[in-house]
C-alpha cells in the first residue's frame, strides 16, 4: 500500500464519479496501484502547490522586504487573493501580516 493512502483527504479522490468504482472494479493490479499512488500524493502535491504560490506571492515578497514576521506557511493551496487595488508598499505592516495570517489559516485548515 502506498505510503500516505490511509491518511489522504477525502477532496484526494472524492470528486470522482460513481461510475469509478466500476472502473477500479475492471482495472488491473498496475491501474489500481497507479490510482492509489496519486491518492496517496494528494498531500503532498497540495503542501508542493502552496509553498510554490506562497513563495511567490507579493505580498509574502513585502512581509519580507519589511522584515516582518511570516506566518507559517500554507500546507494546502487554498485559492487566496488579496486587492492590489492599493499598492501594498502603501499597506501598513499590521494590514500585511493580518493578510498573510489569514492566508494561513485557511491553507492549514
Do not use: C, H, N
Not at 503542501?47 to 522584515?67: C, G, M
Not at 514576521?69 to 501594498?88: Q, T
Amino acid at each position: 500500500m502506498p505510503k500516505g493512502l490511509l491518511e489522504a483527504r477525502p477532496e484526494a479522490y472524492a470528486s470522482q464519479p460513481a461510475s469509478f468504482v466500476e472502473q477500479l472494479a475492471r482495472a488491473g493490479d498496475a491501474e489500481l496501484r497507479r490510482f492509489a499512488e496519486q491518492v496517496a500524493g494528494y498531500a503532498r502535491r497540495q503542501e508542493e502547490r502552496a509553498a510554490a504560490e506562497w513563495e511567490r506571492s507579493p505580498l509574502v515578497a513585502e512581509l519580507r522586504r519589511r522584515k516582518l514576521k511570516e506566518p507559517p506557511r500554507p500546507v494546502r493551496a487554498s485559492g487566496v487573493s488579496v486587492s492590489l487595488a492599493k499598492p501594498l508598499t502603501d499597506w501598513s505592516d499590521k494590514e500585511l501580516t493580518a493578510a498573510a495570517t489569514e492566508w494561513s489559516r485557511i491553507g492549514r485548515s
